[in-house]
């Protein structure tokens, strides 16, 4: 099965699909969102909000334990998440798609791993599956690969943070991808991700930040962003022989 992680504004994907299904799943980390199940060109598709329906929990809030180990539990191996980010830089604007291959974490508070009671070092040198990636970049018009520097939120960044993401080679700010790209990766799921780029970030754009402008850019790219996934889905193989399916090999201390 194919999982979607799906953040603001690709909701309506599950319009898409026949026979759609909901269901919620008991984690150890406390009940899923309510996630729905349905065909998509054949495949089997679970697609989960990753705020939980209505956009109920901030970033810094959201059960990312919970919405992973849901996906895992329902028997998912792929993940297509979509996140919205601030683009540091110039030629990346609003509206526009990428894929990035590496991240700077930047979160404090979140619990970020699935394995407190176990010694576990996953390798994240590429935190984001290739295979995957590269059926993303193959479906539509994508920046093909960036840096995502997760915040914490939920406040928008200083100027002085925005110049030192730069300086670190930062490609894309948000506050969603991380954890959720490593708990994926910690239960050998591989998981890429469709970053659509809402606004330049703090004093790139010369204006104060609103989440009014962030939601409309989503509003007005919803529909590609929705037909890039159908179109990924559509050309991906189901399972894929990948290396993110064995992560665990030689992580664990035994
Ligand atoms: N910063 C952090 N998160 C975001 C932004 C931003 O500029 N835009 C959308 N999500």
Not at 30 to 43: A, H, R, T, V, Y
Not at 56 to 69: E, K, R, T
Request: net charge negative; with cysteine.
């Amino acid at each position: 099965m194919i999982g979607i992680i799906g953040g603001t504004g690709v909701y309506e994907i599950t319009e898409h699909g026949n026979d759609v299904e909901k269901k919620v799943i008991k984690t150890p980390y406390g009940n899923s969102p309510e996630i729905s199940l349905f065909k998509l060109q054949d495949k089997d598709v679970a697609f989960i909000p990753r705020h939980a329906t209505g956009h109920d929990y901030p970033p810094h809030m959201i059960n990312y334990q919970a919405n992973v180990w849901a996906l895992k539990k329902i028997g998912v191996k792929q993940v297509i998440a979509t996140n919205a980010v601030g683009s540091l830089k110039e030629s990346i604007g609003p509206g526009d798609f990428v894929i990035p291959h590496d991240f700077i974490d930047f979160t404090k508070i979140r619990p970020s791993t699935f394995y407190d009671n176990r010694t576990v070092h996953i390798d994240v040198t590429s935190p984001y599956c290739e295979n995957l990636r590269n059926h993303l970049i193959s479906a539509g018009e994508v920046v093909d690969q960036g840096i995502y520097v997760c915040t914490e939120g939920p406040r928008f960044e200083t100027a002085a943070e925005i110049k030192m993401f730069q300086i670190l080679g930062g490609t894309l700010v948000g506050m969603t991808g991380i954890p959720e790209a490593t708990l994926a990766r910690e239960v050998e799921m591989c998981y890429a991700s469709v970053c659509m780029v809402s606004n330049y970030a703090a004093s790139i754009s010369p204006d104060k930040l609103t989440i009014a402008e962030v939601f409309d850019i989503m509003e007005k790219r919803k529909h590609e962003l929705v037909q890039l996934i159908e179109e990924t889905i559509t050309n991906m193989p189901y399972d894929g022989d990948c290396p993110c399916q064995n992560a665990l090999d030689g992580a664990e201390v035994i």
